[in-house]
């Protein structure tokens, strides 16, 4: 599908291939420079293809070494050959067989997409269009081939050789070789397709399935490693336990194995039976990981490992169709992380991540449905927008038809579709047929870019005791959508009375629906409750039930009647962030003294009641909304300075106000226990940092003395690098001290000091850029490295609101520089950099102009990778 003249693939023009590959086999001898790669395709004609059409295969910068067609060597008039393409003119009666030797160089491929070394080791990744760099092949995910894979290596160099499915034959090659065949029964499409060979420890452990059939489990990690592998391998054991629990889903093959590199493109792969990780995802120490880290472990991991079944055992039709399986996923991880956490916590977490990521995204230029419609570059989706409101579409779809109608549409998606590559319209005609309900508008949030604005308005009537509440929604245009119609909105609602309680709803639902869930689906509708005794405040949009933004006029006291009292956790804590939101509003537009004393006061009140029985939702309320937040919500003409300092003085407000009690509390959450990485110590220690955080900011002498000193005491990096963090915003020798301290304390552990390099980057001072600039030079620092160059380059871009939009674009020029300088090295990691300006449009007119200069010099810079001109295109259209 990759077209090097960039042009445009539609969803549209999808016809199935005229040929099928049943079978593939692959023999692989690894070599550094020239690793030499024999497939036998197995092909045979597509009944719903074109007949006697020519095969064309797809490559990417491949040398063909040998051509045979049926076992005999192929004319040099029968085939063409070239990098991208291998052209058959008139193949063979059906079946027949190809076999194509190419030979490729790892070393070389600085892509990391393909066959490549990482560290000493050699590893793959193939999603989405990667294994047409290992040979020709139809690379497509609706061609499910049974793959056999031999590797061979050196035995020194690669003791461990892995592939997918099982292992069935291992032994000596001569000459210091040797080899293991894997076998994987299940079809797949060569996306799914893995190997790794190299010198790796491993952890490994044994599962019984619900059939009672064992499975072996291993995690591999660079040698040394192993002792920070633990955890993963623990959560993988809980993440398959919980999908036989909740989703009645069994593992398939006799082993799993999950490998860590440290160059990787993403996060992690689902490969078939080998899930390939960026490492950053699977070690953990206390002394080197943080709470955050250990939660992101879990959930990768089990996100990756739910994918055997939504993704790999049902796969997608074409890329359009990505959100199938990774929306569908990464709800089904939020799940689990429910499960195994606090609920509410979890769902707040993931709503900050909707709203920073996909909200930004879906605000501006890049703007896209969740299922698009065309693309140019097929690695620029694995998007927010697919993955993130993916996930909201499924949990509303839950929420539409109930839980046991969504799980009886599961098992028959399961049933159904099961060694198939599915589509969207598929999925959703088994809820259809599960819930018996029209699933025809609600599809639209498939289709439809954008985040609708609900709009609700109360009125009571208290001679009548009725309440009406009359709610409108509106959709602002995207790019390619400037009409849109009005979406399926389940609006999860409550009306809380003036003791705190819930007045019973007449009627308590759209009928039909769970009490309590209401669903607006046209432009708008009033609901009218009847036998309300008294004026109620409205509780709207519990539990974030569907990714809207919502507006409505309630006062001060109202947000804090419902801080204070709702029985809903997610709108407590959204009632704090609204409360909070609007000083800093009052504060840009000039007030001094934005943060009234009502709201120092209910959070004085709030901590007294809860800190103590729920720190970790304590934790989330003291966490003020982020400078990205406050600029989304201006929405145009944003000035980021001025946000910057407007919520400073909030913080500073709030953080002296509270000052006593923040380091009443501080003390009182400090213990000496040893550190363990489950929810509750988690939740005492986010509480404990978020009053440091605050008291900082309030007191500041009295923080830096108490960070300093938490800096140096922790015996966990949590505590370490929570200390660190508030000790960087503030100036100073103490701040410069404790930087040099930590590189020097962790300078042989390259994911710490990526947590320094993105710390610093992250400095709101004029002088962060020559920081950054001269962190590129730090011996660890290599821009051959996605992680080093996200954790610097990234979080400056994405994360130093003030210091990437210097009003004198400085921070755009860099930003430009390095995206071009990378593009040549890593395209799909240079185009991921260069979302930082997916924003650019709403800043105030100076710096519009800068970021647009800036933009259109990558985007006229000669040669530029597909990725990156798609995202500089798409950035300036
Ligand atoms: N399917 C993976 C994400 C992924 C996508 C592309 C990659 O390489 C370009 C790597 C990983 C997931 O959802 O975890
Ligand atoms: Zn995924």
């Known amino acids: 599908m990759r077209d090097e003249s960039g042009a445009v693939i539609r969803l549209e023009d999808y016809r199935p291939t005229d040929y ?87 070393t070389a491929n600085t892509k990391l997409m393909g066959l490549y070394r990482s560290g000493s080791a050699y590893c793959t990744q193939c999603e989405a269009e990667g294994f047409r760099r290992i040979t020709y092949f139809l690379d497509r995910p609706d061609v499910l081939s049974v ?37 994987d029964p299940f079809p797949k499409p060569c996306y799914l397709f893995a190997i790794v060979g190299g010198r790796l420890d491993k952890v490994a452990d044994t599962f ?21 592998a633990a955890y993963a391998l623990d959560a993988l054991k809980r993440s398959m336990a919980w999908d036989e629990r909740v989703f009645g889903r069994e593992y398939d093959l006799d082993v799993f194995n999950v490998v860590a590199v440290s160059d990787f493109n993403m996060g992690a792969m689902e490969n078939k039976g080998l899930n390939i990780f960026n490492d950053k995802y699977v070690l953990a120490s206390p002394e080197t990981a943080t709470d955050t880290d250990y939660a992101n472990i879990e959930a990768i991991i089990a996100h990756e490992y739910f994918h055997n079944w939504t993704g790999n055992r049902i796969t997608c039709r074409d890329w359009f169709q990505l959100c199938l399986k990774e929306g569908l996923t990464v709800f089904r991880d939020q799940e689990f992380s429910a499960d195994q956490r606090s609920r509410a916590v979890k769902r707040i977490a993931d709503v900050r991540v909707l709203r920073s990521q996909q909200f930004a995204e879906d605000s501006g230029p890049l703007a896209h449905p969740v299922r698009p419609r065309q693309y140019r570059e097929i690695n620029n989706f694995y998007t927010a927008t ?76 208290p001679a009548a005791k009725v309440y009406r509440l009359t709610l409108t929604q509106a959709t602002p245009p995207t790019p390619g959508q400037l009409e849109k119609s009005p979406q399926v909105i389940p609006i999860s609602l409550g009306l809380v009375g003036a003791s705190g309680a819930d007045i019973p709803l007449s009627p308590p639902a759209t009928e039909g629906h769970a009490p309590g869930v209401f669903v607006l689906d046209g432009p708008s509708a009033t609901l009218t409750f009847t036998d309300v005794p008294e004026k109620p405040v409205p509780s709207l949009l519990r539990g974030f039930s569907a990714p809207v933004r919502l507006e409505i006029d309630l006062e001060e006291e109202d947000l804090l009647v419902l801080f204070r009292h709702d029985s809903d956790p997610f709108n407590q804590w959204q009632s704090a962030q609204t409360v909070a939101t609007r000083a800093i509003l009052r504060a840009v537009a000039g007030d001094k003294r934005a943060a009234d004393h009502r709201m120092a006061d209910a959070l004085r009140h709030f901590l007294a009641m809860r800190a103590a029985s729920d720190p970790a939702f304590a934790a989330q309320v003291l966490a003020l909304p982020t400078e990205a937040d406050i600029a989304r919500e201006i929405g145009h003409d944003v000035d980021p300075d001025a946000v910057h300092h407007a919520r400073r003085l909030v ?18 959450l400090t213990t000496r226990e040893p550190y363990t990485p489950d929810a509750a110590g988690a939740g005492r220690r986010a509480l404990r940092n978020a009053c440091l955080d605050l008291l900082a900011a309030g007191r500041p002498a009295e923080g830096e003395a108490f960070a300093l000193h938490q800096f140096r005491d922790a015996d966990n990096m949590t505590d370490r690098f929570a200390a660190l963090s508030v000790l960087s915003h503030l100036p100073g020798t103490a701040r410069e001290t404790a930087l040099a301290e930590f590189a020097e304390r962790f300078r042989d552990n390259a994911l710490v000091l990526d947590k320094w390099f993105s ?119």
């Open 20 to 106: 099928l590959i049943d079978r593939t086999e692959l023999d692989i001898r690894l070599d550094r420079h020239a690793t030499r790669v024999r497939a036998t395709l197995h092909l045979r004609a597509n009944a719903a293809g074109r007949p006697s059409a020519p095969l064309v295969l797809d490559g990417d910068e491949l040398r063909l070494i040998s051509l045979a067609i049926d076992g005999r060597p192929a004319a040099p008039d029968a085939y063409e050959a070239s990098p991208e393409r291998l052209v058959i003119h008139a193949p063979p009666a059906s079946p027949f067989t190809l076999t194509i030797e190419t030979e490729i160089d790892p």
């Open 208 to 228: 019984t399935t619900m059939s009672g059939r064992r499975v072996d489990i291993a995690v591999y990690v660079e040698p040394g490693k192993a002792g920070d």
């Open 651 to 668: 913080k500073a407000e709030i953080g002296a106000a509270l000052g006593d009690e923040l380091a009443e509390l501080y003390g009182r």
């Open 386 to 461: 697919v993955y993130e409101k993916g996930a909201e579409v499924i949990r509303m779809l839950r929420t539409l038809i109930g839980e046991e109608a969504f799980r009886r549409g599961m098992d028959l998606y399961f049933d159904r579709y099961d060694g198939t590559a599915a589509t969207i319209e598929q999925f959703l005609s088994c809820f259809a047929e599960a819930s018996g309900r029209d699933l025809g508008h609600f599809a639209l949030w498939y289709e439809q870019a954008g985040t609708p604005t609900v709009t609700a308005r109360g009125h009571y009537d």
């Open 759 to 877: 710390l610093q980057a992250m400095i709101p001072e004029t002088g962060t850029l020559e920081r950054v600039r001269g962190l590129m030079s730090h011996p660890a620092f290599s821009m051959g490295n996605p992680n080093r160059v996200r954790s610097l380059i990234g979080s400056f871009a994405m994360g130093n609101l003030t210091q990437f939009n210097r009003p004198d674009g400085a921070g755009y020029e860099f930003l430009a520089d390095i995206v071009i300088a990378l593009d040549a090295r890593n395209p799909q990691v240079a185009a991921r950099l260069l979302t930082a300006f997916r924003t650019w449009k709403m800043l105030e007119p100076g710096r519009r102009a800068l970021a647009e200069k800036a933009l259109r010099r990558v985007a006229e810079t000669p040669g530029l990778s597909p990725d990156v001109a798609d995202i500089s295109g798409r950035s300036l259209s």
């Open 147 to 183: 793959f056999t894979t031999r590797i061979e290596a050196d035995r020194d160099e690669a003791p461990v050789l892995l592939g997918n499915g099982n292992p069935v034959k291992a032994g000596d090659a001569g000459g210091g070789r040797h080899y293991a065949v894997w076998h």
